[in-house]
Nanobody, 122 residues
Framework: QVQLVESGGGLVQPGGSLRLSCAAS????????MGWYRQAPGKERELVAV????????NYADSVKGRFTISRDNAGNTVNLQMNSLKPEDTAVYYCEADIRRYYSDVVLPYWGKGTQVTVSS
């Protein structure tokens, strides 16, 4: 089995910061990309940021560029999202996603965490 567990969400005032973390565990042979998505009430889930294992290439949604930073730990199984200068429109449930190849498998599949709530409000 594979598990992705997010942590670090909460309530923060506009202009504040939060750091989200996501740890992948289980029968993992390799992880290609890891990323963060978010879904606000009444809206579709959208990509926030992604980091590719090879070379650490990153990609961000235009709405968070310059404010959010995605990173992975040296072991590669944890992904973090540093969120600065938060705005009310950043309020959403944030989901971690990882493209994982399990042991004894040639297939890379997406796995999702259960999500963590981020609320930006005064």
């Amino acid at each position: 089995q594979v598990q992705l567990v997010e942590s670090g969400g909460g309530l923060v005032q506009p202009g504040g910061s939060l750091r989200l973390s996501c740890a992948a565990s289980g029968s993992i042979f390799s992880i290609n990309a890891m990323g963060w998505y978010r879904q606000a009430p009444g809206k579709e889930r959208e990509l926030v940021a992604v980091i590719i294992s090879s070379g650490g290439v990153t990609n961000y949604a235009d709405s968070v560029k310059g404010r959010f930073t995605i990173s992975r730990d040296n072991a590669g199984n944890t992904v973090n999202l540093q969120m600065n200068s938060l705005k009310p429109e950043d309020t959403a449930v944030y989901y971690c996603e990882a493209d994982i190849r399990r042991y004894y498998s040639d297939v890379v599949l997406p796995y999702w965490g259960k999500g963590t709530q981020v609320t930006v409000s005064s």
